[in-house]
């Protein structure tokens, strides 16, 4: 079983920049894959960033390549998420989530935190 609490939402200047963090409870949080999600009003749930076990392997979707980064630290049990030139199609609800392998399909995660809101003004 792992729990996870999301922080560091915030409203944000275009251009600006955050960095999220996601705590987990539970001595098995560094056997899971990471990831990051978000969803806007009205859009379905969407994969951000995921990062392995290990925190070797990296991946992002095409929208936040170059500007998103994600990290672990697995002594810590947290991962981030740093969103550098922030834009307003970014506002969400951003999501971290457990699974036992790395994938960028919603479905394939088992666990899920309540999310924090990032806001992107223009």
């Known amino acids: 079983q792992v729990q996870l609490v999301e922080s560091g939402g915030g409203l944000v200047q275009a251009g600006g920049s955050l960095r999220l963090s996601c705590a987990a409870s539970?001595?098995?949080?560094?056997?899971?894959?990471m990831g990051w999600f978000r969803q806007a009003p009205g859009k379905e749930r969407e994969f951000v960033a995921g990062?392995?076990?290990?925190?070797?392997?990296?991946y992002y979707a095409d929208s936040v390549k170059g500007r998103f980064t994600i990290s672990r630290d697995n002594a810590k049990n947290t991962v981030y998420l740093q969103m550098n030139s922030l834009k307003p199609e970014d506002t969400a609800i951003y999501y971290c989530?457990?699974?036992?392998?790395?994938?960028?399909?919603?479905?394939?995660?088992?666990?899920w935190g309540q999310g924090t809101q990032v806001t992107v003004s223009s």
């Open positions: 989530a457990a699974a036992a392998f790395n994938t960028a399909q919603p479905k394939n995660y088992d666990y």
């Open positions: 539970g001595r098995t949080f560094s056997t899971y894959g």
């Open positions: 990062i392995s076990w290990s925190g070797i392997s990296t």
